[in-house]
């Protein structure tokens, strides 16, 4: 495991934090990141990829049990303590359920909730000590279905629960922790994607690649990665935080709406938008 250090000099104003991004080396993460350098924050990011400077990187891959949780522990002992767990990690794989290969879906929750598992259990008793806070990077995808992203969709509806779940048991300890839920948002992670081909999915490739391709649209014509960013830093500043929050207005309505809206209605609007009969 490799800390790697940048020579660039440290903004002195600011709030002077410390900061774990899981997943900072590019998109939100990276956006999250910068906005909090700028604040006067020590940003490390713990990805398999490294983060430009100022960000200073630690090597791990959130799918292996234990590289996370020593990632945390290296970054605390330079450091002394903790401030901010922010978890960006994810992985999406464009797939359908009955073809779907177990190592896939596998190492999709193994990135996008376990590893927020093992990060939240790492960081705990160092966020304790200076009544920290947290904030799980989730999607609307987890709020409403995403015909053939299942798998990420359900991942990101845990990931949503586990924010709410573990804010309950932190709180009277001083810490909080929040879900952040992103609709589309122009990033590479679209090009990033795994998507099954015609031989993989066999009968359902014309549905699958209909709604892949409605995903892609409303990916790279949603939100910048740097709003997105500027509702992390906010939601993490926030005195009493929500447990689950939508970034941004438009998807706070949509949030809503579903959750009052009878289910046979949103999927029905779902199907139309993905372009699934």
């Known amino acids: 495991m490799n800390v790697r250090k940048n020579t660039e000099k440290k903004e002195t104003s600011g709030k002077n934090r410390v900061v774990i991004i899981v997943g900072a080396s590019s998109g939100i993460g990276r956006e999250t990141a910068l906005r909090l350098v700028q604040q006067g924050d020590s940003v490390f990011n713990i990805s398999r990829t490294s983060a430009a400077p100022p960000v200073r990187t630690v090597t791990a891959d959130a799918s ?26 994810g992985y999406s794989c464009l797939a359908p359920v009955a073809r779907a290969r177990s190592e896939d879906y596998r190492y999709l929750f193994e990135v996008n909730y376990f590893g927020a598992v093992e990060a939240l259990k790492a960081c705990a008793p160092y966020l304790e000590k200076r009544r920290g806070r947290a904030v799980l990077v989730g999607s609307m995808g987890g709020e409403l279905p995403i015909p053939y992203d299942g798998f990420y969709s359900a991942s990101k509806a845990a990931l949503a629960m586990l924010a709410r779940e573990t804010d309950m048991e932190w709180r009277p300890r001083g810490m909080r922790v929040s879900a952040l839920l992103p609709g589309g948002t122009a990033t590479g992670f679209t090009d990033k994607r795994t998507v099954y081909s015609a031989e993989e999915s066999e009968g359902y490739f014309s549905a699958l690649r209909k709604s892949g391709a409605a ?20 939601l993490a500043a926030r005195r009493s935080p929500p447990a689950v929050m939508a970034a941004g207005g438009r998807n706070a ?25």
């Open 253 to 277: 309505v949509v949030r809503a709406l579903a959750r009052m809206l009878p289910e046979r209605v949103t999927d029905w609007a779902v199907r139309r938008k993905f372009n699934q009969k």
């Open 215 to 234: 995903l892609a649209n409303a990916e790279q014509g949603g939100m910048a990665p740097s709003l997105v960013a500027d509702a992390v830093v906010k």
């Open 64 to 89: 292996e049990e234990g590289q996370l949780t020593r990632a945390v522990e290296a970054v605390c002992a330079e450091t002394g303590g903790l401030d901010l767990l922010v978890y960006c990690a």
